[in-house]
């Protein structure tokens, strides 16, 4: 099992750990900052450091509670081996703005346009994209979107991460929106919520910002009419004041 940092700590950048399992290409530390790919939101890459060598980091996964991190090479490296973790900081942390976006446009969505839905998430280094079940979203209307969720954001909401029994986000109507996320809250003992104080809260496994106003200012990209049910929207976001 991988203590993961970046669950209660998303501004950890460096971070030592130890070895715990070294296979093939890849190396399971006892704990690690690495965002492992899910979610939404790509892995992290960066590098460790061991013995006074670099070896890079390519690719982070979960596989059941452990983290992989994939080397570029993993020759000399030994259980046990003390480690210094980087990640790097400039893609992670236009992730994490991104992914803040997204639940704040969800929350937007939900609270002032109530007859839609985001359906699906992707973030990408630069932009991210939502998938919204919205049958009169337009062009337009997306604009208008973007526009509410800007000035909210502006506000400076905070957004905090907590954990609460699965009880009690059973009892949160939409706290998942979807089927197979309400399939898998009933499956945990504790579930990690990220809240946008007064806009939004989502069950989550993913790294955001502390405030809204770390975000930037949300730009509309490419919008696309893929049916009644699927219109995608890109975003981009410009660099906050
Ligand atoms: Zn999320």
Redesign the pocket.
């Known amino acids: 099992m991988t203590e993961k940092i970046y669950l209660h700590d998303a501004y950890a950048k460096d971070f030592e750990a130890k070895v715990t399992k070294v296979e093939g290409a890849s190396v399971v530390l006892d704990k690690t900052a690495f965002y492992p790919t899910g ?3 790509p892995g992290d890459t960066g590098f460790l450091e061991i013995n006074g060598n670099r070896f890079n980091v390519i690719d982070v996964r979960k596989e059941g509670e452990e983290v992989i991190h994939v080397l570029d090479k993993t020759q000399g490296i030994e259980v046990g081996a003390e480690t210094k973790g980087h990640i790097d900081w400039e893609k992670r942390y236009a992730h994490m703005r991104l ?1 803040t976006a ?2 704040l446009l ?1 929350g937007i969505i939900e609270k002032y346009f109530n007859a839609g839905m985001l359906t699906g ?1 992707q973030i990408y280094d630069d932009r991210a994209r939502i998938d919204i079940d919205m049958q009169d979203l337009t062009r337009e209307k997306a604009e208008e979107i973007i526009k509410k969720a800007n000035e909210i954001s502006a506000e400076g909401h905070e957004i905090i991460v907590k954990e609460i029994s699965r009880d009690e986000a059973l009892s949160i109507p939409r706290l998942s929106r979807t089927a197979p996320g309400r399939e898998l809250i009933s499956k945990l003992d504790v579930v990690r919520v ?1 809240e946008i104080v007064g806009v939004d809260e ?1 069950a ?3 790294t ?1 910002v502390r405030n809204t106003k770390e975000i930037g200012r949300i730009v509309l990209g490419k919008y696309e009419n893929k049916g009644k049910h699927n219109k995608r929207v890109e975003i981009t976001l410009e660099n906050a004041s």
């Open positions: 979610g939404g939101q992914h997204i639940h969800d998430g990220v989502q989550d496994g993913g955001h």
